[in-house]
């Protein structure tokens, strides 16, 4: 598209799918989660974030948690110990 002879060269969001079926099964997913985390305690809910994402991310942690209704302060998350090796063991019910 162009505008007074410029060409629109904005990104298109290809890795997003606007089907409204999608729309409704990411929702159903997102509000699964929210349940399951209201169940757990901040630190709980942030190591489950962190095991999700693959990695200590304390930005997409928060923003993970914050889409799904999970309010963590900031400073609390950094606090909070998290490794590739005890998210392993806790999948297998290994670690606490």
Do not use: C
Request: aromatic content about 6%; hydrophobic content about 40%.
């Amino acid at each position: 598209m162009t505008v007074a002879g410029v060409e629109d060269i904005r990104p298109v969001d290809e890795g997003r799918v606007h089907d409204p079926a999608v729309a409704r099964l990411e929702a159903e997913h997102i509000e699964r989660e929210r349940v399951k985390l209201a169940k757990l305690n901040k630190r709980d809910a942030l190591r489950y974030a962190f095991d999700l994402i693959g990695q200590r991310d304390v930005p997409a942690a928060l923003e993970f948690l914050r889409e799904r209704g999970v309010r963590v302060d900031r400073s609390y998350a950094y606090s909070v110990d998290w490794s590739p090796k005890t998210a392993v063991l806790r999948a297998v019910g290994g670690a606490r």
